[in-house]
């Protein structure tokens, strides 16, 4: 994919065709200096854009030339984002927080409940914490929580950004340990990181530096299926 922003008569390459293939189940790390491309590649792989040529699958289907509707829709149902900021809603409960994407998905009331539950187990989250407010739970909590709503539509690619930024070194280390274990259960996750301690999480480490890639290591985890490509 190339990503070229025009300002005025300059033009800004962002992104020099770069080609990235994550298989189904794989947990891949992306790191990057400020400036490097690395907030643009994720936000195409977010589809919260789309590349200026070039083209990018999920799950077989190219959505690199989907219209605006058509891209909100694929984001809803293919991406689950974890945010460095939580981005809960404040004062409101766990459990609406996690069946937040499912409302706006029109999925019915009971199976809201069976999946969020599903969601927040799978995120490591105590039964006795789905009716707290956000407000009242720790930050290591509140990661695991934006981690559930991530996974409760069934998305083809979890895409974490900077997830454990605002978390201390043990907390930080337990949200990485929750992202194995999803991988391990056959989750594909993209994590952006520019902290190396942090990537050496994931099966595969790749570099962008001056908007290209280049490959730090081979993955360890066997990878099934087809997932995202770039």
Not at 105 to 115: F, I, K, L, N, S
């Amino acid at each position: 994919m190339v990503k070229t922003y025009v300002t005025g008569d300059s033009y800004t390459l962002a992104l020099k065709g770069v080609s990235l293939s994550v298989q189904e189940g794989e947990f891949v790390a992306i790191m990057g200096p400020s400036g490097s491309g690395k907030s643009t590649l994720m936000n195409l792989l977010g589809l919260l854009d789309t590349p200026t040529s070039g083209t990018y699958h999920i799950r077989g289907v190219d959505v690199s030339s989907l219209g605006q509707s058509e891209l909100a829709e694929a984001r809803s149902r293919e991406i689950g984002f974890v945010f460095q900021s939580f981005n809960l809603l404040p004062r409101t409960s766990i459990m609406r927080n996690v069946s937040l994407p499912m409302i706006y998905a029109h999925v019915p009331d009971r199976e809201r409940h069976d999946r969020a539950v599903a969601a927040m187990t799978a995120a490591g989250l105590a039964p006795e914490l789905y009716y707290k407010l956000s407000n009242q739970i720790s930050g290591g909590q509140m990661q695991r929580v934006a981690i559930a709503r991530a996974l409760v539509n069934d998305p083809a690619l979890i895409l974490a950004d900077e997830p454990t930024g605002n978390l201390d070194t043990v907390t930080g280390d337990f949200i990485l340990a929750t992202f194995e274990k999803l991988c391990d259960a056959g989750r594909t996750i993209v994590l952006i990181t520019h902290e190396p301690e942090v990537a050496a999480h994931a099966d595969r480490v790749v570099h962008i530096r001056d908007g290209v890639l280049t490959e730090a290591a081979v993955p360890e985890r066997v990878a099934v299926g087809s997932g995202v490509s770039a």
